[in-house]
């Protein structure tokens, strides 16, 4: 895989492939970040997830796996806040982390899913029946409601299966485990794994109320 330069973004939560990310960009050295994304070619910089330690002020481990962000949408506010809607686009690898100039800069590639492994389309459709059923029981425990109505899984397993992984109510190390797959079958797997847990988990507390 060919090797690029990309600006990047680390943040506490990972972002997967077909996921929206809403920013409210203040901090300086982001805000010339995103000015200078808006005005190259192509309006993308990486993601990647904060494994130990905090981004502001350095220190802060990250994770190597990535996924590039197409800017859709960004509007400057009249406080000098920055709002930015990015869309997941591809997953990438961090070949090598930069020194920090100005902001965050790495040398990626690109990291597709294995082209050979498929996922039957019945068995996204029980994971995804499983994920609405455990997301259910997550909102009686004070959880965000649930709202699927207007999904619908893309006929490419790769990409339905990390609708799937964006929409479960897990944390950021399990999506990041999915995120680092080789290919929709083991991403399945795990979630369906992480997602046994979190409902044996709610039926325990259910059970305690």
């Given at each position: 895989m060919d090797t690029y330069r990309?600006?990047?973004?680390?943040?506490?939560?990972?972002?997967?492939p077909g996921a929206l990310l809403p920013l409210q960009i203040f901090e300086p050295r982001y805000q010339l970040m995103m000015s200078d994304v808006l005005t190259a070619s192509e309006p993308e910089f990486g993601v990647v997830l904060i494994e130990r330690g905090h981004e502001?002020?350095?220190?802060?481990?990250?994770?190597?796996v990535g996924t590039v962000a197409r800017i859709v949408d960004s509007q400057l506010l009249a406080d000098g806040r920055r709002m930015v809607i990015a869309l997941g686009t591809r997953r990438m690898r961090v070949d090598e982390w930069l020194a920090d100039v100005?902001?965050?800069?790495?040398?990626?590639?690109?990291?597709?899913?294995?082209?050979?492994?498929?996922?039957?389309?019945a068995e996204l459709v029980r994971t995804f029946d499983h994920l609405i059923e455990v997301s259910r029981l997550v909102e009686r425990l004070?959880?965000?409601?649930?709202?699927?109505?207007?999904?619908?899984?893309s006929v490419d397993p790769t990409f339905a299966s990390f609708q799937l992984v964006a929409l479960?109510?897990?944390?950021?190390?399990?999506?990041?485990?999915?995120?680092?797959?080789?290919?929709?079958?083991?991403?399945?797997?795990?979630?369906?794994?992480?997602?046994?847990?979190?409902?044996?988990?709610?039926?325990?507390?259910?059970?305690?109320?």
């Open positions: 990309l600006p990047m973004f680390p943040l506490g939560t990972p972002l997967v502001v002020g350095g220190g802060d481990i990250r994770s190597m100005e902001y965050p800069v790495a040398l990626v590639s690109d990291w597709p899913d294995d082209p050979h492994e498929n996922v039957e389309a004070g959880g965000p409601i649930p709202r699927f109505d207007s999904v619908e899984l479960a109510p897990i944390g950021p190390a399990d999506r990041q485990r999915m995120l680092n797959c080789d290919g929709p079958v083991r991403r399945i797997q795990l979630l369906e794994e992480s997602l046994g847990d979190v409902e044996a988990a709610c039926q325990f507390r259910l059970q305690e109320d």
